[in-house]
């Protein structure tokens, strides 16, 4: 196949404690063909969590210096603290032909479909609630009251499950992540794309014109 292939652009929104970091973790990695894009954020590292790895974490008036700068593709106040992509790695990376995956907050996520049409939005759904209240239980990273908040954070994240292309339920993780990589596989085959990304120019290259025998003549 020839043709200079763009990178997907995937984006995966979800309440938290749905478990996107699991399922995130697993797709990068299997798929050497697909980037995690690392947000900055100005909320404090949790335990184990590395600079430049998890996230980079940076001061409020960093986290302001970028904004004015214009070097979020997206970014917004979750919680209580502010998260952004940084747009030249996403854009860099997909010009390498690389996917990049972004794990943002439905409003992140709304902002990059207007910004970026074309790419993949994908919402990570839980059976229930209960499993998700289970499952930031068993997190142990936030208090009570932090669990309460963020459940409430995720009622009004479901009501905008509709405007993602997919909807994957995460109550196995094995089957999630397998239709995640599906969705992907799906996207890179579609016409436009293949199209766009000059993967079958070959097909539509003039005939070379017929060599005819010559006629017999005198
Ligand atoms: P946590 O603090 O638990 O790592 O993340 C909290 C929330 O912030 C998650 O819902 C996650 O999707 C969201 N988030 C992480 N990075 C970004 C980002 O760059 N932009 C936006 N809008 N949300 C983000």
Redesign the pocket.
């Known amino acids: 196949m020839t043709g200079s292939r763009k990178g997907l652009l995937v984006v995966v929104?979800g309440p938290?404690g749905v478990g996107?970091g699991t399922i995130l973790e697993r797709l990068l990695t299997c798929r050497k063909d697909c980037v995690f894009s690392i947000?900055a954020?100005t909320?404090a590292p949790r335990p184990g969590e590395i600079d430049g790895q998890h996230y980079y974490f940076l001061p409020p008036e960093t986290f302001n210096d970028w904004i004015e700068q214009d070097r979020f593709l997206?970014?917004?106040q979750?919680?209580s603290a502010y998260?952004?992509?940084p747009r030249e790695f996403v854009e860099r990376t997909r010009a390498q032909g690389r996917h990049v995956v972004l794990?943002?907050?439905v409003?992140?996520g709304l902002e990059v479909m207007t910004a970026e049409p074309d790419c993949v939005s994908i919402f990570l759904a839980p059976p229930d609630l209960e499993a998700l209240r289970w499952r930031l239980r068993h997190r142990g990273t936030e208090s009570a009251e932090q669990i309460a908040g963020r459940l409430l954070v995720a009622r009004s994240e479901l009501k905008h499950m509709d405007r993602y292309a997919y909807t994957i339920v995460n109550d196995e993780i094995d089957r999630a992540e397998a239709q995640l990589e599906a969705v992907l596989e799906a996207e890179m085959a579609r016409t436009v794309r293949v199209i766009a990304d000059g993967q079958v120019q070959a097909l539509f290259r003039p005939e070379p014109e017929p060599i005819l025998p010559k006629p017999p003549g005198p």
Do not use: L, M, P
Request: net charge neutral; proline share 0%.
């Open positions: 929104s938290s996107k947000s954020t909320r997206e970014w917004n979750v919680h998260y952004g992509t794990d943002v907050d409003k992140g």
